[in-house]
Protein backbone atom coordinates (compact mmCIF):
# COMPACT_ATOMS: atom_id res chain seq x y z
CA UNK A 1 0.00 0.00 0.00
CA UNK A 2 2.85 2.36 0.84
CA UNK A 3 4.70 1.55 -2.10
CA UNK A 4 1.93 2.37 -4.09
CA UNK A 5 1.28 5.41 -2.87
CA UNK A 6 5.02 6.55 -2.84
CA UNK A 7 5.10 5.20 -6.76
CA UNK A 8 2.10 7.09 -7.92
CA UNK A 9 2.99 10.15 -5.47
CA UNK A 10 6.40 10.13 -7.90
CA UNK A 11 4.54 9.64 -11.21
CA UNK A 12 2.51 12.85 -10.21
CA UNK A 13 5.24 14.79 -9.54
CA UNK A 14 7.18 13.62 -12.38
CA UNK A 15 3.96 15.21 -14.50
CA UNK A 16 4.22 18.18 -12.76
CA UNK A 17 7.65 18.96 -13.58
CA UNK A 18 7.29 18.05 -16.78
CA UNK A 19 4.29 20.27 -17.55
CA UNK A 20 6.38 23.38 -15.66
CA UNK A 21 9.28 22.90 -18.16
CA UNK A 22 7.31 22.48 -20.85
CA UNK A 23 5.32 25.51 -20.00
CA UNK A 24 7.77 27.99 -18.64
CA UNK A 25 8.66 29.51 -22.17
CA UNK A 26 5.23 28.83 -23.64
CA UNK A 27 2.98 30.59 -20.89
CA UNK A 28 3.40 33.88 -20.43
CA UNK A 29 2.93 34.17 -16.40
CA UNK A 30 4.56 37.39 -14.34
CA UNK A 31 5.52 36.16 -10.64
CA UNK A 32 5.89 40.16 -9.96
CA UNK A 33 2.16 40.11 -10.86
CA UNK A 34 1.20 37.22 -8.75
CA UNK A 35 3.23 38.61 -5.49
CA UNK A 36 0.96 42.15 -6.26
CA UNK A 37 -2.50 40.43 -6.14
CA UNK A 38 -1.29 38.79 -2.73
CA UNK A 39 -0.61 42.03 -1.46
CA UNK A 40 -3.03 43.66 -2.55
CA UNK A 41 -6.01 41.43 -1.39
CA UNK A 42 -8.47 42.08 1.57
CA UNK A 43 -7.28 40.30 4.42
CA UNK A 44 -10.09 40.94 6.50
CA UNK A 45 -11.86 39.49 3.79
CA UNK A 46 -9.91 36.30 4.03
CA UNK A 47 -9.83 36.33 7.92
CA UNK A 48 -13.84 35.57 7.51
CA UNK A 49 -13.88 33.00 4.92
CA UNK A 50 -11.55 31.35 7.29
CA UNK A 51 -13.87 32.22 10.00
CA UNK A 52 -16.66 30.43 8.09
CA UNK A 53 -14.36 27.17 7.76
CA UNK A 54 -13.78 27.01 11.21
CA UNK A 55 -17.62 27.55 12.30
CA UNK A 56 -17.77 24.72 9.40
CA UNK A 57 -15.94 21.78 11.89
CA UNK A 58 -18.23 22.97 14.77
CA UNK A 59 -20.94 22.27 12.48
CA UNK A 60 -19.32 18.55 11.74
CA UNK A 61 -19.20 17.87 15.52
CA UNK A 62 -22.67 18.82 15.69
CA UNK A 63 -23.75 16.51 12.72
CA UNK A 64 -22.01 13.43 14.33
CA UNK A 65 -22.88 13.92 17.87
CA UNK A 66 -26.52 13.93 16.31
CA UNK A 67 -26.49 11.28 14.90
CA UNK A 68 -25.03 8.88 17.72
CA UNK A 69 -27.45 10.32 19.97
CA UNK A 70 -29.33 7.12 19.89
CA UNK A 71 -26.53 5.22 20.79
CA UNK A 72 -24.89 7.32 23.23
CA UNK A 73 -25.86 10.92 24.66
CA UNK A 74 -22.49 13.06 23.79
CA UNK A 75 -21.86 16.63 24.16
CA UNK A 76 -22.66 18.18 21.29
CA UNK A 77 -18.48 19.52 20.73
CA UNK A 78 -17.20 16.69 22.07
CA UNK A 79 -16.15 15.06 18.42
CA UNK A 80 -14.81 18.82 17.72
CA UNK A 81 -11.33 17.59 18.01
CA UNK A 82 -11.80 14.22 16.29
CA UNK A 83 -12.85 16.23 13.15
CA UNK A 84 -9.86 18.81 13.40
CA UNK A 85 -7.63 16.52 14.03
CA UNK A 86 -9.13 13.88 10.92
CA UNK A 87 -8.97 16.89 8.50
CA UNK A 88 -5.59 17.81 9.57
CA UNK A 89 -4.74 14.50 8.65
CA UNK A 90 -6.43 14.09 5.62
CA UNK A 91 -4.47 17.50 4.69
CA UNK A 92 -1.42 16.74 5.48
CA UNK A 93 -1.28 12.46 4.49
CA UNK A 94 -3.63 12.48 1.75
CA UNK A 95 -7.54 10.65 1.23
CA UNK A 96 -5.77 7.81 2.40
CA UNK A 97 -6.77 9.15 5.75
CA UNK A 98 -10.32 9.76 5.94
CA UNK A 99 -10.67 7.03 8.23
CA UNK A 100 -9.06 8.82 10.96
CA UNK A 101 -11.85 10.58 12.15
CA UNK A 102 -14.43 7.55 12.40
CA UNK A 103 -11.32 5.78 14.20
CA UNK A 104 -10.96 8.71 16.31
CA UNK A 105 -15.03 8.80 17.45
CA UNK A 106 -14.39 5.18 17.82
CA UNK A 107 -11.70 5.52 20.18
CA UNK A 108 -13.28 8.75 22.50
CA UNK A 109 -16.47 7.09 22.58
CA UNK A 110 -15.74 3.51 23.17
CA UNK A 111 -18.73 2.43 20.78
CA UNK A 112 -17.87 0.08 18.10
CA UNK A 113 -15.27 1.33 14.64
CA UNK A 114 -18.35 -0.31 12.82
CA UNK A 115 -21.02 1.93 13.72
CA UNK A 116 -19.05 4.80 13.17
CA UNK A 117 -18.36 3.66 9.37
CA UNK A 118 -21.62 3.45 8.97
CA UNK A 119 -22.28 7.20 10.59
CA UNK A 120 -19.26 8.05 8.14
CA UNK A 121 -21.39 6.84 5.21
CA UNK A 122 -24.81 8.74 6.26
CA UNK A 123 -22.24 12.09 6.91
CA UNK A 124 -21.12 11.51 3.42
CA UNK A 125 -24.55 11.34 1.66
CA UNK A 126 -25.99 14.36 3.31
CA UNK A 127 -22.55 15.89 2.32
CA UNK A 128 -23.10 14.71 -1.66
CA UNK A 129 -26.89 16.27 -1.10
CA UNK A 130 -26.60 18.84 0.68
CA UNK A 131 -23.90 20.24 -2.10
CA UNK A 132 -26.16 18.61 -4.79
CA UNK A 133 -29.14 20.74 -3.64
CA UNK A 134 -26.98 24.38 -3.54
CA UNK A 135 -25.31 23.56 -6.64
CA UNK A 136 -28.83 23.09 -8.86
CA UNK A 137 -30.73 26.34 -6.96
CA UNK A 138 -27.47 28.36 -7.86
CA UNK A 139 -27.56 27.13 -11.20
CA UNK A 140 -30.42 28.96 -12.20
CA UNK A 141 -29.25 32.11 -11.75
CA UNK A 142 -26.15 31.12 -14.26
CA UNK A 143 -26.94 31.77 -18.39
CA UNK A 144 -26.67 29.08 -20.27
CA UNK A 145 -24.22 30.63 -22.74
CA UNK A 146 -21.56 30.59 -19.26
CA UNK A 147 -22.06 27.29 -18.24
CA UNK A 148 -21.36 25.95 -21.55
CA UNK A 149 -18.26 27.75 -21.64
CA UNK A 150 -17.27 26.46 -17.81
CA UNK A 151 -17.67 23.10 -18.45
CA UNK A 152 -15.87 23.54 -22.53
CA UNK A 153 -12.98 21.91 -20.61
CA UNK A 154 -14.71 18.48 -20.28
CA UNK A 155 -14.97 16.59 -23.40
CA UNK A 156 -18.16 14.85 -23.11
CA UNK A 157 -19.42 18.54 -21.88
CA UNK A 158 -17.99 19.59 -24.91
CA UNK A 159 -19.43 16.80 -27.25
CA UNK A 160 -22.88 17.14 -25.94
CA UNK A 161 -23.04 20.89 -26.48
CA UNK A 162 -22.46 20.72 -29.83
CA UNK A 163 -24.92 17.47 -30.59
CA UNK A 164 -27.42 18.52 -28.15
CA UNK A 165 -27.16 22.25 -27.37
CA UNK A 166 -29.72 22.11 -24.68
CA UNK A 167 -28.71 18.55 -22.86
CA UNK A 168 -25.37 19.91 -21.76
CA UNK A 169 -26.62 23.04 -19.71
CA UNK A 170 -30.05 20.98 -18.64
CA UNK A 171 -27.69 18.03 -16.65
CA UNK A 172 -25.35 20.77 -15.28
CA UNK A 173 -28.59 23.07 -13.90
CA UNK A 174 -30.09 19.93 -12.95
CA UNK A 175 -27.92 16.79 -12.62
CA UNK A 176 -26.81 17.50 -8.51
CA UNK A 177 -30.69 17.51 -7.99
CA UNK A 178 -31.56 14.28 -9.81
CA UNK A 179 -28.81 12.44 -8.07
CA UNK A 180 -29.97 14.22 -4.76
CA UNK A 181 -33.29 13.11 -5.36
CA UNK A 182 -32.35 9.42 -6.61
CA UNK A 183 -29.42 9.75 -3.07
CA UNK A 184 -33.18 10.36 -0.97
CA UNK A 185 -34.80 7.29 -2.60
CA UNK A 186 -31.92 5.40 -2.11
CA UNK A 187 -31.75 6.30 1.53
CA UNK A 188 -35.18 5.36 1.92
CA UNK A 189 -35.24 1.91 0.23
CA UNK A 190 -32.09 0.90 2.38
CA UNK A 191 -33.99 2.63 5.77
CA UNK A 192 -37.20 0.47 5.02
CA UNK A 193 -35.61 -2.94 3.33
CA UNK A 194 -31.82 -2.49 3.96
CA UNK A 195 -31.92 -6.57 4.08
CA UNK A 196 -33.64 -6.67 0.71
CA UNK A 197 -31.59 -4.13 -0.93
CA UNK A 198 -28.09 -5.45 0.31
CA UNK A 199 -29.49 -9.06 -1.47
CA UNK A 200 -30.57 -7.73 -4.65
CA UNK A 201 -27.26 -5.85 -4.94
CA UNK A 202 -25.68 -9.20 -4.26
CA UNK A 203 -27.07 -10.74 -6.88
CA UNK A 204 -26.59 -8.43 -9.64
CA UNK A 205 -22.84 -7.41 -9.35
CA UNK A 206 -22.52 -11.08 -8.03
CA UNK A 207 -23.30 -11.62 -11.96
CA UNK A 208 -20.12 -10.06 -12.63
CA UNK A 209 -18.08 -11.04 -9.62
CA UNK A 210 -19.09 -12.92 -5.97
CA UNK A 211 -16.49 -11.61 -4.36
CA UNK A 212 -17.69 -7.96 -5.42
CA UNK A 213 -21.17 -8.29 -4.82
CA UNK A 214 -20.48 -9.63 -1.19
CA UNK A 215 -18.44 -6.77 -0.70
CA UNK A 216 -21.38 -4.34 -2.10
CA UNK A 217 -24.03 -6.37 -0.29
CA UNK A 218 -21.86 -5.57 3.22
CA UNK A 219 -21.46 -1.90 2.37
CA UNK A 220 -25.60 -1.43 1.98
CA UNK A 221 -25.68 -3.54 5.62
CA UNK A 222 -23.22 -1.25 7.25
CA UNK A 223 -25.12 2.14 5.70
CA UNK A 224 -28.42 0.53 6.96
CA UNK A 225 -26.98 0.33 10.37
CA UNK A 226 -26.36 4.02 10.31
CA UNK A 227 -29.77 4.79 9.07
CA UNK A 228 -30.57 3.72 12.30
CA UNK A 229 -29.09 6.65 13.66
CA UNK A 230 -32.07 8.01 12.35
CA UNK A 231 -35.32 7.46 13.58
CA UNK A 232 -37.89 10.43 13.27
CA UNK A 233 -38.34 12.74 10.49
CA UNK A 234 -36.77 15.20 13.29
CA UNK A 235 -34.13 13.44 13.04
CA UNK A 236 -33.65 13.68 9.15
CA UNK A 237 -34.65 17.68 9.42
CA UNK A 238 -31.66 18.21 12.53
CA UNK A 239 -29.14 16.21 10.20
CA UNK A 240 -29.95 17.63 7.17
CA UNK A 241 -30.39 21.62 8.51
CA UNK A 242 -26.96 21.32 9.75
CA UNK A 243 -25.47 19.53 6.51
CA UNK A 244 -26.79 22.76 4.44
CA UNK A 245 -25.44 25.25 6.58
CA UNK A 246 -21.86 23.61 6.85
CA UNK A 247 -22.23 23.92 2.86
CA UNK A 248 -23.47 26.98 2.98
CA UNK A 249 -20.85 28.48 5.27
CA UNK A 250 -18.58 26.88 2.92
CA UNK A 251 -19.86 28.17 -0.27
CA UNK A 252 -19.23 32.55 1.69
CA UNK A 253 -15.78 31.31 2.53
CA UNK A 254 -15.37 30.77 -1.42
CA UNK A 255 -17.76 33.97 -2.38
CA UNK A 256 -15.07 36.29 0.26
CA UNK A 257 -12.05 34.77 -0.67
CA UNK A 258 -12.80 35.62 -4.20
CA UNK A 259 -13.70 38.75 -3.35
CA UNK A 260 -11.05 39.87 -1.58
CA UNK A 261 -8.60 40.15 -4.46
CA UNK A 262 -9.70 43.33 -5.25
CA UNK A 263 -7.44 44.30 -7.60
CA UNK A 264 -8.65 42.13 -9.95
CA UNK A 265 -12.00 43.20 -11.40
CA UNK A 266 -13.30 39.82 -12.38
CA UNK A 267 -13.00 38.15 -8.82
CA UNK A 268 -14.05 40.97 -6.91
CA UNK A 269 -17.21 40.95 -8.93
CA UNK A 270 -17.89 37.32 -8.66
CA UNK A 271 -21.87 36.01 -8.03
CA UNK A 272 -22.48 33.50 -5.73
CA UNK A 273 -23.66 31.02 -8.25
CA UNK A 274 -20.68 31.36 -9.74
CA UNK A 275 -18.91 30.12 -7.08
CA UNK A 276 -20.34 26.99 -6.24
CA UNK A 277 -19.20 26.80 -9.57
CA UNK A 278 -15.53 27.13 -7.99
CA UNK A 279 -16.61 24.98 -5.94
CA UNK A 280 -17.54 22.23 -7.55
CA UNK A 281 -14.13 21.91 -9.60
CA UNK A 282 -11.78 21.99 -6.66
CA UNK A 283 -14.18 19.22 -4.83
CA UNK A 284 -13.63 17.11 -7.92
CA UNK A 285 -9.79 18.40 -7.74
CA UNK A 286 -9.71 16.73 -3.95
CA UNK A 287 -11.24 13.51 -4.79
CA UNK A 288 -7.65 11.72 -5.43
CA UNK A 289 -5.37 13.99 -2.97
CA UNK A 290 -1.94 13.28 -2.45
CA UNK A 291 -0.18 14.67 0.58
CA UNK A 292 1.90 17.85 -0.46
CA UNK A 293 1.49 17.05 -4.38
CA UNK A 294 -1.99 17.18 -4.55
CA UNK A 295 -1.75 20.62 -3.42
CA UNK A 296 -0.17 21.98 -6.33
CA UNK A 297 -2.79 20.11 -8.61
CA UNK A 298 -5.78 21.67 -7.51
CA UNK A 299 -4.55 25.04 -7.13
CA UNK A 300 -4.17 24.36 -11.20
CA UNK A 301 -7.33 23.12 -11.27
CA UNK A 302 -8.78 25.53 -9.43
CA UNK A 303 -6.84 28.39 -11.57
CA UNK A 304 -8.24 26.86 -14.39
CA UNK A 305 -11.72 26.67 -13.75
CA UNK A 306 -11.21 30.72 -12.26
CA UNK A 307 -10.60 31.32 -15.92
CA UNK A 308 -13.27 29.89 -17.60
CA UNK A 309 -15.56 30.70 -15.38
CA UNK A 310 -14.26 34.08 -14.28
CA UNK A 311 -12.53 35.06 -17.38
CA UNK A 312 -9.93 36.44 -14.76
CA UNK A 313 -6.00 36.36 -15.83
CA UNK A 314 -3.77 33.91 -15.00
CA UNK A 315 -1.86 35.39 -11.99
CA UNK A 316 -4.91 36.39 -10.10
CA UNK A 317 -6.50 33.22 -10.50
CA UNK A 318 -3.89 31.11 -10.15
CA UNK A 319 -2.72 33.40 -6.38
CA UNK A 320 -7.13 33.36 -5.52
CA UNK A 321 -7.09 29.43 -6.64
CA UNK A 322 -3.48 29.37 -3.93
CA UNK A 323 -5.49 31.06 -1.14
CA UNK A 324 -8.69 29.24 -1.92
CA UNK A 325 -6.96 26.07 -0.81
CA UNK A 326 -5.29 27.72 2.26
CA UNK A 327 -8.43 28.81 3.82
CA UNK A 328 -10.62 26.38 2.93
CA UNK A 329 -8.02 23.26 2.98
CA UNK A 330 -4.96 24.23 4.85
CA UNK A 331 -6.27 26.47 7.27
CA UNK A 332 -7.16 23.63 10.22
CA UNK A 333 -3.71 22.31 9.63
CA UNK A 334 -2.14 24.63 12.55
CA UNK A 335 -4.94 24.33 14.82
CA UNK A 336 -5.34 19.62 14.36
CA UNK A 337 -1.06 19.49 14.97
CA UNK A 338 -1.69 21.72 18.19
CA UNK A 339 -4.83 19.71 18.95
CA UNK A 340 -3.58 16.48 18.82
CA UNK A 341 -0.45 17.37 20.74
CA UNK A 342 -2.57 18.35 23.18
CA UNK A 343 -4.10 14.91 22.90
CA UNK A 344 -1.07 13.20 22.59
CA UNK A 345 -1.77 11.22 19.57
CA UNK A 346 0.50 10.75 16.14
CA UNK A 347 -1.73 11.43 13.17
CA UNK A 348 0.55 9.21 10.91
CA UNK A 349 0.21 6.44 13.33
CA UNK A 350 -3.82 6.78 13.54
CA UNK A 351 -3.80 6.83 9.74
CA UNK A 352 -2.18 3.40 9.80
CA UNK A 353 -3.78 2.22 12.78
CA UNK A 354 -7.22 3.14 10.81
CA UNK A 355 -5.98 1.08 7.33
CA UNK A 356 -6.29 -2.27 9.76
CA UNK A 357 -8.96 -1.50 11.85
CA UNK A 358 -11.36 -3.40 9.94
CA UNK A 359 -9.61 -6.25 9.80
CA UNK A 360 -11.16 -7.61 13.16
CA UNK A 361 -14.61 -9.51 12.70
CA UNK A 362 -16.57 -6.58 14.51
CA UNK A 363 -15.15 -3.98 12.61
CA UNK A 364 -13.32 -2.47 15.34
CA UNK A 365 -9.97 -3.71 17.65
CA UNK A 366 -9.00 -3.96 20.87
CA UNK A 367 -7.88 -0.35 20.95
CA UNK A 368 -11.34 1.51 20.34
CA UNK A 369 -12.79 1.74 23.85
CA UNK A 370 -9.52 3.84 24.63
CA UNK A 371 -9.67 7.13 24.98
CA UNK A 372 -7.58 9.64 22.77
CA UNK A 373 -8.17 12.51 25.25
CA UNK A 374 -10.45 13.96 28.65
CA UNK A 375 -12.14 17.13 26.32
Known amino acids: MKKNRWIAGLIVLAVLVTLILWGR ?15 MADWGKIGLAAGCIYLGYIFRSLRWAMLLRHMKKLHPLSLLGTQVMGFTAVALIGR ?27 ERL ?62 VAVRLAGEMVARFFEVVFGLI ?5 RAIAEKVRAFHSGLDTMRS ?22 LLTCRAFIASPELVSVTPPKCVLLMIASGGASIIQLPVIGWFSQIGIVAVALAGVLGAKAEP ?6 MLLLVTFLAIVPVGLIWSQFEHVSLRKLTEESEHVGESPD ?13
Open 209 to 213: SKKLG
Open 317 to 322: ATACAA
Open 363 to 375: GGDSSTKEQVGRG
Open 233 to 254: FSDFAVTAGLSLGMWLLIAMSY
Open 96 to 122: VADPVRPYLVAKKTGLPMGNQVAVYIV
Open 25 to 39: NRIHFDFGVFRAQLA
Open 126 to 187: FDAGSMGLVFSIAMFWVPTDEIIRATSHSGLFAKLAIQHPGLAPFLVRFGGLILTLLGALFL
